[in-house]
């Protein structure tokens, strides 16, 4: 009797893939074999951050058999995101689909076995216990350093492993963090103890001030994008099959485009570190995170103080992006149906928006955070 092709095949058929089949080639691997295979459909990840280098990890991980993911993310799919960000494609943009949502219905095509926790939402520190207790390691795919420290408070406070990585124009980076602590192992009573190493603070005291590159105003390569993402996910898979030793004690950093390559040792805590060293949490308490307002009517300010912007400089920047003009006392950029007004010390008025996370969004791709 000849198949209806209006029914899928995986429909009529009587059998599921078995894991057996889905992951035969990755379990002859010896790094990771049939026990490793088991460790990873234990684990759970949390990914902060589903845009480009987030989408791929995503990806990686799901088809590696990691049994849980929770996908954080405050915004939607959009047409600039196809050339690079993997789990998405035009109904989505076309739809503007939270992307921790068009994340999880993709991954549920490929891997319906792997559980997929979708949040839409800001990481702030109201949220971040609830988001990340129960998650065995943290993934960093932000668009900003205010998160990318915010997790970092947490993650040291709470010895639980993560790890940094960042994709701009040809260039992309990864460093892995590890608090004191111990490689949880479900299969097995006894952790795995691995030795800590620098955190973020240690390498970055403080954030960067000014003006951040962002993919909106500088571009991006998607190959760099998988570059990152390929040496995030193997470093975790390296973590969650209690191989801690393996990972790299170093901030690697290699742009595709010129074969530069550079690596900063992390295999020591530094010594008066604010954060790993002296405990102090500053972003988990929220001091010092910019304070946002609803703003009259249709619009939202974000106050983000000690910011000298350099007027001329933003113009270049985001000129290829929409309407630009400015005084000695402001800029305003337009790309309808939003306007963004820039104060010379880094205020911002986004008109256009009653949504705090979306003029938040806004802000960190356009003017960087």
Not at 129 to 134: D, F, I, T, V
Not at 211 to 223: A, F, M, N, Q, Y
Not at 275 to 284: A, S
Not at 315 to 326: A, C, Y
Request: proline share 7%; with cysteine.
């Amino acid at each position: 009797m000849p198949q209806d092709a209006s029914i899928p095949a995986a429909i009529l058929s009587s059998t599921t893939i078995s894991n057996e089949d889905r992951y035969s080639r990755q379990m002859l691997f010896p790094g990771i074999g049939k026990a490793g295979q088991q460790k990873l459909a234990s684990a759970h990840v949390a990914i902060i951050g589903v845009g480009a280098t987030g989408a791929a990890s995503a990806s990686l991980l799901a088809r590696a058999g990691v049994g849980t993911l929770t996908l954080i993310d405050r915004d939607f799919v959009e047409p600039s995101n196809l050339q690079r960000q993997v789990l998405f494609d035009e109904a989505d943009a076309l739809e503007s689909l939270p992307k921790a949502e068009a994340a999880r219905r993709k991954i549920a095509l490929f891997n319906s076995g792997v559980v997929v926790h979708a949040h839409i939402a800001d990481l702030v520190p109201a949220n971040i216990a609830e988001l990340l207790s129960s998650a065995d390691l943290i993934l960093d795919a932000t668009d900003n350093f205010e998160t990318r420290y915010l997790i970092n408070d947490f993650a040291v406070q709470q010895a639980k492993p993560w790890i940094y990585a960042a994709a701009i124009g040809a260039y992309a980076a990864t460093m892995n963090i590890l608090p004191p602590g111990c490689t949880p192992d479900p299969l097995s009573p006894i952790p795995v103890p691995y030795s800590p190493t620098a955190c973020l603070a240690c390498i970055f005291p403080k954030p960067p001030t000014g003006p951040v590159e962002t993919c909106d105003t500088s571009g991006i390569l998607s190959t760099a994008v998988n570059l990152a993402a390929s040496i995030q996910v193997t470093e975790a898979l390296k973590f969650l099959t209690g191989q801690s030793n393996l990972m790299r004690r170093s901030l690697l950093s290699f742009d595709l485009w010129t074969s530069e390559r550079s690596e900063i040792s992390t295999s020591q805590p530094r010594p008066g570190c604010t954060v790993c060293g002296q405990r102090q949490f500053t972003h988990l308490a929220g001091e010092g995170r910019p304070h946002i307002t609803l703003c009259g009517r249709n619009s939202v300010q974000i106050h983000e103080h000690h910011r000298p912007v350099d007027f001329s400089a933003m113009r270049d920047r985001l000129s290829p992006h929409g309407t630009v003009r400015f005084n000695d006392l402001l800029l305003r950029f337009e790309r309808p149906p939003h306007t963004l007004t820039l104060f010379a010390d880094g205020r911002a008025i986004i008109q256009g928006t009653t949504d705090v996370t979306l003029a938040r969004s806004l802000y960190a791709r356009f003017i960087g955070s």
